[in-house]
């Protein structure tokens, strides 16, 4: 049987090769790291998380990308497998020790009969006779892909800018000052209440950090850069700083539900959040603060934050530029590219934002790749689960506007937006109430439909 050829092995190739591999569909997998690096990977492994350790939310009840998690357990995902098994608290959220994951997912492909590796960049469009090719380069796609693509498409890629947190030595924290809790102490996956370090400014604290983040010396951009707009969902921390004095309280830096252990009856005018990096617990990432500060005014900036004042730096802040597709107008609903079906495309070049969504755009690519090559009809997962949520977004629910750079399709995580509305019914409920029963009513409707998917599918969960 011909092969699958795979281009990238971060979250979405990884998770694309390893659901054609379960189908008996053998794959190339193609990664250029470390033959060609990148301005955001450090290593050669595969699934490498590049900017937070965070699967975010594992609540599949209340929250979107909990319910994703729990849809992609079901279909068997490696991602979700070794996300699980190399878990580190974090209250409420699913986050992972980085290296442990990437490597146990490289050495779980590379030791699959049916997976080939090989090294190098793939310069340009896939040779013509690799028939079947999913493209899951990521943000980060290398000039001369990206550029064969544009001129394919005769559509210019869009583009983005990502940022990059961030991590802290934990010795290096003064806990003298700061204190272990998790918001409104709520245990998670791996977690105990108190997964989170926290350090407390007072007004004044607050107002003098706020200044230092406007005011500090930042990188400049390229020329080519200056048009690109920032992702909502992972915005620098000091252009939340710029929007309003109160942003960060009411972002990143929200005091609500913490209590500062050391002084109980005071509350926290502010609060920085820590979250631990890897399994060890030697370090901890800095939560929401992504930064596009230089690496010397990062030092300077954070040690003013109460208990950071000795912080050592395991890796500083920084900034790179993401591209993705205009996919309702490039891709069809099977994530293939309309100028060359050959080629289907998963992961954050699609318009998906996140590492979960991304993988989860892998899963369904890769599935959709076997049945094609298995000759077995594939249906789409319903626009009710959360898989049909972002496809339908990325393919075909997103609304075509315009504005001033001639398209407003925007990199997206999921949420309960994308999902077709319920409704609910019986006795009256309050809004607290309501708003809780709503979520429930998505996340239950999504299960059932996910499961009877598959059970109809190409692939069913491992046993």
Request: aromatic share 8%.
């Amino acid at each position: 049987m011909k092969p699958i050829h795979i281009i990238g092995a971060g979250m979405a190739g990884s998770e694309a090769a390893w659901q054609a591999v379960s189908a008996g569909v053998p794959v190339v997998l193609h990664e250029m790291r470390p033959v060609v690096g990148t301005d955001a990977h450090k290593t050669d492994g595969f699934a490498e998380l590049v900017c937070s350790n965070s699967f975010r939310s594992d609540d599949a009840e209340q929250n979107a990308v909990g319910l994703l998690h729990a849809e992609m357990r079901a279909a068997g995902s490696l991602v979700m497998a070794m996300a699980d098994r190399h878990q580190v608290p974090a209250g409420g959220a699913l986050a992972v020790d980085r290296d442990g994951f990437s490597a146990e997912v490289t050495a779980a492909l590379k030791r699959h009969p049916l997976v080939s590796v090989e090294r190098g960049e793939i310069a340009g469009l896939p040779p013509e006779d690799w028939d079947s090719v999913i493209v899951a380069t990521g943000p980060l796609t290398s000039p001369a892909l990206a550029s064969a693509i544009g001129t394919l498409t005769g559509e210019e890629s869009l583009a983005f800018f990502d940022a990059i947190a961030p991590i802290v030595h934990r010795e290096s924290i003064d806990m003298s000052k700061a204190w272990f809790q998790s918001r409104y102490d709520k245990q998670g996956p791996g977690g105990t209440g108190k997964d989170y370090i926290n350090c407390p400014l007072g007004r004044e604290q607050y107002e003098t950090f706020v200044r230092a983040l406007i005011d500090g010396e930042k990188t400049n951009f390229k020329e080519w850069e200056t048009s690109t707009p920032y992702f909502n969902g992972c915005l620098p921390i000091e252009v939340m700083a710029e929007r309003g004095a109160e942003t960060l309280r009411h972002g990143p830096m929200k005091p609500r539900g913490l209590t500062n252990a050391h002084d109980p009856a005071r509350k926290p005018y502010a609060v920085v959040q820590l979250r631990q990096d890897n399994k060890l617990g030697t370090l901890y990432n800095m939560v929401g603060f992504q930064t596009k500060l230089k690496y010397a005014e990062q030092a300077r900036v954070f040690r003013g934050i109460p208990g950071l004042e000795n912080a050592e730096f395991a890796r500083l802040g920084g900034l790179h530029r993401n591209t993705f597709l205009n996919s309702p107008r490039v891709l069809d609903d099977r994530l293939r590219l309309k100028a060359m079906p050959r080629l289907r495309f998963a992961g954050q070049i699609t318009g998906v934002e996140g590492y979960v969504e991304s993988a989860a755009m892998g899963l369904l690519a890769g599935r959709m790749a076997a049945a094609e090559r298995l000759g077995v009809s594939f249906a789409l997962p319903p626009p009710v689960t959360a898989h049909g949520a972002l496809i339908n977004h990325i393919t075909g629910g997103h609304i075509e506007t315009t504005d001033h750079r001639g398209s407003s399709f925007q990199p997206m995580n999921v949420n309960f937006g994308l999902f077709p509305p319920v409704e609910l019914t019986g006795k009256r409920l309050k809004h607290a109430e309501r708003a809780v029963a709503r979520k429930h009513a998505y996340t239950s409707r999504a299960i059932d439909a996910f499961r009877n998917w598959l059970g109809n599918g190409l692939l069913r969960a491992a046993e």
